[in-house]
T-cell receptor, first 116, second 109 residues
Framework: GAVVSQHPSRVICKSGTSVKIECRSL??????MFWYRQFPKKSLMLMAT?????????EQGVEKDKFLINHASLTLSTLTVTSAHPEDSSFYIC????????????FGPGTRLTVL | GQNIDQPTEMTATEGAIVQINCTYQ??????LFWYQQHAGEAPTFLSY??LDGLEEKGRFSSFLSRSKGYSYLLLKELQMKDSASYLC??????????WGAGTKLIIKP
């Protein structure tokens, strides 16, 4: 199956700093990438959908200026958490979908963010 | 609104069979997914149903009834490694995945 990687897998940062998370599709071209957030014992919450070369579409309640998403190429999307605060601590997961593949999303391994 | 319901937690015995149910109400339907998620890891794909009926894949089977808005995931010959959360997700008319909260499955020896 298709492989999606995320980097870093874990990050600990101080409050007020910015953190960038990378999501890469390794063996296919991802025309659409999704960014999710998951709190402990809760389901996935879609934050935003990004299509290559265009601005991301954010879900209601997600601050686009705080969670900057860039999908500059067909194999890379980045999520930058700006001015991180402890409440931003969470498990962030990306998924990717190829052109013509409207049904299946392939998930990255996730990034555990802890803001002190 | 859109809604996916599944039990919060289930317990089963190693070697036994367990059925995890999922009911849904969504704006449109383009298929239903089951994912397995171990603690601290991302979800992994188990099955996809878009037509009514049963899809069997090894020890796991998934059933769909579109008229009833209902699906189940059947796990046979349970192993300890099957202890995980099982997520039901529906692809709506906009091809967005709507997620259930997940069912935590606990396997006892």
């Amino acid at each position: 199956g298709a492989v999606v990687s995320q980097h870093p897998s874990r990050v600990i940062c101080k409050s007020g700093t910015s953190v960038k998370i990378e999501c890469r599709s390794l063996d296919f071209q991802a025309t659409t990438m999704f960014w999710y957030r998951q709190f402990p014992k809760k389901s996935l919450m879609l934050m935003a959908t990004s299509n290559e070369g265009s601005k991301a579409t954010y879900e209601q309640g997600v601050e686009k200026d705080k969670f900057l998403i860039n999908h500059a190429s067909l194999t890379l999307s980045t999520l930058t958490v700006t001015s991180a605060h402890p409440e931003d601590s969470s498990f962030y997961i990306c998924s990717a979908r190829g052109a013509g593949e409207v049904n299946e999303q392939f998930f990255g391994p996730g990034t555990r963010l802890t803001v002190l | 609104g859109q809604n996916i319901d599944q039990p919060t937690e289930m317990t089963a015995t190693e070697g036994a069979i367990v059925q995890i149910n999922c009911t849904y109400q969504t704006s449109g339907f383009n298929g239903l997914f089951w994912y397995q998620q171990h603690a601290g890891e991302a979800p992994t794909f188990l099955s996809y149903n878009v037509l009514d009926g049963l899809e069997e894949k090894g020890r796991f089977s998934s059933f769909l009834s579109r008229s009833k808005g209902y699906s189940y995931l059947l796990l046979k010959e349970l192993q300890m490694k099957d202890s995980a959360s099982y997520l039901c997700a529906v692809l709506d008319s906009n091809y967005q995945l709507i997620w259930g909260a997940g069912t935590k499955l606990i396997i006892k020896p």
